[in-house]
């Protein structure tokens, strides 16, 4: 495959993010106490959880939260907490940026259900991860007050911001693309239901698009996403993201970028690096351009590498593109340690 650039979209400073507590990234202190586990500058680093949360549901279900931690143990901790949590925060755009990536997706959506709260946590966090790189922030967040937040604390020195996202049901964040002259992903989602099709992906893509060049926004501006769905749960969505791809790129043009979440593929899945490196190789190779991904595990010099010949590769296309019936193969080969 020839090499073609990726412009990535680190995902990692997510409130839904989650550890699982048996995992190697929590450790246990004595007493009942936890703490998240990191490295920043090649050191080991620890970040205490606070008590409340290790008592929690969540924390019981084996599951936390490591960011939502982070972020507020940076607000609301203790001094050496607080320096804690800052220092976590910025440890996750360090190690995205040194692995490849052009902007830092910031989500804080799940760490309150109070608005005002939401506000206040995206403009510190947004604040906080552009002391620690050079790269542009992608503001994330399903709220219009959360996503102005973000986009008024970027620094434009160091480039356009980008809003994540716009799409018909998110139609009060047009505006604020092109208040803000940030570039924009633009989801396929439609006013109520998500696409299933590539005729129904286009369609909602024609009207969201056609109102953003209404409003001025350039296409190279604009990040389309098609929209990816695990194919456990419908072996079809890999081949319709891909198709798709090529629908959007015919339809939109060269100047547009598309984009997606290419991980979400895999959900469900053995060996997920694997399913999302070829995902993404032949999303690329259909004319995306972008990922919204983690760029330790999906970046250009990595999908340079890739082997088309390699058993791996052809048993994960074959799940991808519906031709191995439920995964049978692929599932096989991994639990035998073929792939």
Known sequence: MEQKPLI????????????????ARVKALGDGAFALTYRRGGEARTLPVPADVAAGPEWAAG??????????????????ASARGADYLQALAEEQAEAGAHFLDVNVDEYSGDPAERVEVMRRVAALVQKATPLPLSIDSSHPDTLRAGLEACDR????????????????????????????????????????????????????VGRLRKRGRPDETLFI???????????????????????????????????????????????????????????????????????????????????????????????????????????????????
């Open 8 to 23: 990535v979209i680190g995902e990692k400073i997510h409130c839904t993010r989650v550890f699982k507590t048996a995992g």
């Open 63 to 80: 599951k936390v939260r490591h960011c939502a931690v982070a972020a507020r143990q940076f607000l609301h901790g203790d001094a050496d």
């Open 157 to 208: 020195p160091r480039g356009r911001p980008m809003l994540n996202s716009v799409s018909l049901e998110r139609l009060g964040a047009l505006d604020l693309a092109a208040e803000h002259d940030a570039a924009v992903i633009v989801s396929a989602a439609g006013a109520a239901t998500m696409p299933r099709t590539v005729d129904e992906r286009l369609r909602n893509l024609e009207d969201i």
């Open 225 to 339: 996403d098609p929209l990816v769905f695990p194919v456990a749960t419908d072996g079809a969505n890999g081949k319709a993201f891909i198709e798709a791809v090529a629908a959007v790129r015919a339809a939109f043009g060269p100047a547009v970028h598309i984009t997606g979440g290419f991980s979400n593929v895999s959900f469900g899945l053995p060996n997920r690096n694997l399913i999302n490196e070829v995902f993404t190789w032949l999303a690329v190779e259909a004319g995306a351009d972008s990922g919204i991904v983690d760029p330790a595990q999906i970046n250009g010099a990595r999908l340079a590498r890739v082997d088309p010949g390699s058993e791996g590769f052809r048993l994960a296309r074959a799940l991808l593109m519906n031709e191995d019936e439920f995964g049978a193969e692929f599932i096989a080969a991994s639990r035998e340690g073929r792939i």
